[in-house]
């Protein structure tokens, strides 16, 4: 479903002492590789850059408007931090996305011109609204990026949630899914969107073997 992730490579001030954080190692229970079986899990309030849309991902240029506007931006926010005072560094998150339609029917038919869905990045907990904000109208300044006029930054909660890995192309992510609805179905109700977590550049490697997390929240 996701458009390819732009990626930067960003060398810090020389002289200047760089405090790593690894934010997927301490986030590994929602973002890590935990096998192929669903598993419950309690996803916390976080920061999200958001872009809003609808339509087939791999065809209307919102989309990809929108994952160039979510990565030009939190790039700029970590190379902000990078050469800032307290010189922190720490890899961009992934790209995620949630997925709905107002037809139900409409993903099981894939009449993907009907879906709707909202691209969005997590941003760290270190990171101020205010340096967000900030650095968004720098970027824009510099670059000309339709999605960043439609990005937001929104606090999202998502509560009791289960997810489970699918290893292989978006297209066979069906058999994933129906597991994790069995799942839930054991222990609650399927409630909000379906969420999924792309751990793959899709530009690079066999299809075969891109990973991406399926999260789905319950009550």
């Not at 609808?54 to 902000?80: C, H, I, M, W």
């Not at 824009?140 to 890995?165: D, H, M, N, S, Y």
Request: hydrophobic share 40%.
């Amino acid at each position: 479903m996701p458009g390819a992730p732009v990626r930067r490579r960003v060398t810090p001030p020389p002289g200047e002492p760089v405090t790593k954080v690894d934010l997927k190692r301490e986030w590994n229970h929602l973002y890590g590789t935990r096998g192929l079986d669903p598993v419950r899990v309690e996803v916390p309030a976080f920061t999200y850059l958001m872009v809003d849309g609808a339509g087939d991902p791999n065809r209307v240029p919102e989309y990809a408007e929108a994952v160039e506007a979510l990565f030009s931006l939190s790039y700029a926010v970590k190379f902000s931090l990078k050469k800032g005072p307290r010189a922190l560094d720490y890899a961009v998150m992934p790209l995620e996305g949630l997925w709905w339609s107002e037809d139900a029917e409409a993903f099981i038919l894939g009449r993907r011109d009907d879906w709707r869905w909202t691209a969005m990045v997590l941003q760290p907990p270190f990171v101020a609204r205010e340096t967000l904000e900030t650095v968004r109208v720098e970027v824009a300044q510099k670059k000309l990026l339709p999605g960043l006029a439609r990005l937001r930054i929104e606090t999202f909660e998502e509560g009791p949630c289960a997810q489970v890995l699918h290893v292989g192309p978006f297209s066979e992510e069906g058999p994933a899914i129906a597991r994790l609805h069995r799942f839930i179905e054991g222990i609650g109700s399927l409630r909000g969107k379906h969420h999924e977590i792309y751990l793959s550049d899709i530009r690079r490697g066999d299809p075969s073997q891109w990973r991406t997390i399926l999260r789905q929240p319950f009550t």
